[in-house]
């Protein structure tokens, strides 16, 4: 939603032409197409290669594979970089700087006036850096620009608090050729 509100403020300031939003898979790009609409912007969610360059749309919604595959990331660079505009993507730390996915979407992105990031978790769990990332240098953990965190969005009611809730159950496992059993009654949930 945050993105989606910078990124029409910008349109309507006519600080931005166009709208290019990347996500991780075909159900995200077409709920960021639907809920952009809810802030005035027209996002085709790409299916084929004509629709990034479909000048009646406010701008397109594609995958990250759809970067890595074929020539997407070329037809993806062509219209960013013909036009003003802001590139959002969403879950970032899907990228790899050398990665399939990483390089056809730095490609894609080149030329773009503004781009905005957003993760959850800005860190992967193989050694390959995240596009446009600065990593401090003592801990190697990237430096964000702002966190927004669970605690607050909890205290803000934009998340609901996660409860976990025990119930009776019986664990049986083994442990070097040993059966253990475990109630989770019995040791208090």
Not at 19 to 24: I, S
Not at 82 to 111: C, F, M, P, Q, Y
Not at 142 to 168: K, M, N, T
Request: charged share 25%.
């Amino acid at each position: 939603m945050f993105a989606l509100a910078v990124a029409a403020k910008l349109k309507e300031m006519g600080a931005t032409n166009k709208v290019a939003v990347f996500v991780p898979s075909d159900n995200l790009r077409q709920q960021w197409a639907a809920v952009a609409a809810g802030f005035g912007l027209d996002l085709i969610p790409v299916r084929e290669a004509a629709d990034y360059e479909d000048w009646e749309f406010d701008g397109f919604v594609a995958t990250y594979s759809q970067m890595a595959a074929g020539e997407g990331a070329e037809r993806a660079h062509k219209a960013i970089s013909t036009n003003r505009t802001i590139v959002i993507h969403d879950e970032v730390h899907h990228l790899g700087e050398k990665r399939a996915w990483g390089v056809g979407t730095i490609r894609a992105s080149e030329g773009a006036e503004r781009i905005l990031m957003l993760t959850g978790t800005p860190w992967r769990s193989d050694d390959a850096r995240i596009p446009w990332c600065t990593y401090d240098s003592s801990t190697g953990e990237v430096d964000v620009d702002f966190a927004y965190e669970y605690g607050y969005a909890v205290a803000d009611g934009i998340c609901r608090a996660v409860e976990f809730h025990s119930y009776d159950a019986e664990l049986r496992y083994r442990d070097v050729m040993t059966e253990v059993t475990v109630s989770l009654k019995d040791r208090g949930g």
